[in-house]
């Protein structure tokens, strides 16, 4: 066991994209890191992850957790609290999608909706339950402890890689509201809603000329003739867990003006 005195971030789904940057920004700030890794097949990037972590001189550790089941997210938060006693923050990065247009209803079945809840929903409740113990634990008389979500635009607005992933996302935002009620006063829940993130999740799901045409197009239509990268997400969740005490229940959309085309 290692006692810190440097705060302590957990986060899942930091392998790659936007948990891989918000790992770095937070060991930048002098925290220690804990980089949540799904399984082997990413064990590779997770290590690098933890490598340019401690190169900028935080304390890391890896752990793994499928986040959709609890038993493995219990274990995680054992593994963080053996080593550390404390977690000040909690960034809900991991996420799943596959690409399915909205309009084609039969292309997508309960199965999907259930693949996909059970990551992006169920599982963001799962690790956040695991980790209300310790938040609790570690949040000061004058200062709290911190939970962010990273949602998504289209549960702001209904669009996205498909309808369950929308839906999933939608169901986030609600649940960050729940959350907020129930873990306040000692632990605050917020979420951010991303429109595109370029080396996000999105990327992961396509073909790369389809990644590069959807890349061109959403940077087209964004009224701000750009999308979002990995480190932007990273700052907010910062912003969010450390300069921002008055701040809870609150979903931040930061989708470069995505939100003023439905109007």
Avoid at 85 to 100: E, H, K, Q, S, Y
Avoid at 109 to 138: C, H, K, W
Avoid at 149 to 175: E, H
Wanted: hydrophobic share 45%; net charge neutral.
């Amino acid at each position: 066991m290692t006692h810190t005195a440097a705060p302590v971030c957990t986060i899942t789904g930091a392998a790659s994209g936007i948990g891989a940057a918000t790992a770095m920004r937070f060991a930048r700030a002098g925290w220690s890191v804990a980089i949540g890794n799904f399984d082997e097949s990413t064990r590779h990037d997770a290590l690098a992850v933890e490598a340019e972590c401690r190169a900028l001189g935080a304390q890391t550790l890896v752990f793994d957790a499928d986040v959709g089941d609890a038993a493995a997210c219990r274990r995680a938060i054992d593994t963080i609290a053996d080593r550390w006693r404390r977690i000040d923050a909690l960034v809900n990065c991991a996420g799943t999608t596959r690409a399915i247009p909205h309009h084609a209803l039969d292309d997508i079945d309960a199965a999907e909706f259930e693949r996909v809840y059970r990551v992006n929903t169920i599982g963001l409740f799962q690790m956040t339950r695991a980790a209300a113990p310790l938040l609790r634990e570690s949040a000061q008389a004058a200062r709290s402890t911190s939970v962010v979500n990273v949602s998504s635009l289209a549960g702001l607005n209904g669009t996205g890689s498909s309808i369950a992933y929308a839906a999933s996302k939608g169901a986030v935002n609600t649940m960050t509201l729940s959350l907020a009620r129930s873990l306040a006063p000692h632990v605050r829940v917020n979420a951010i809603a991303p429109g595109m993130v370029d080396d996000g999740l999105l990327q992961r799901t396509l073909q790369p000329e389809q990644y590069r045409d959807v890349l061109a197009r959403m940077t087209g239509n964004s009224p701000l003739k750009r999308v979002s990268q990995p480190a932007e997400i990273a700052d907010l969740a910062f912003f969010l867990v450390d300069q921002a005490p008055a701040i809870t229940g609150q979903i931040i959309a930061a989708e470069n003006g995505f939100l003023l085309t439905t109007a």
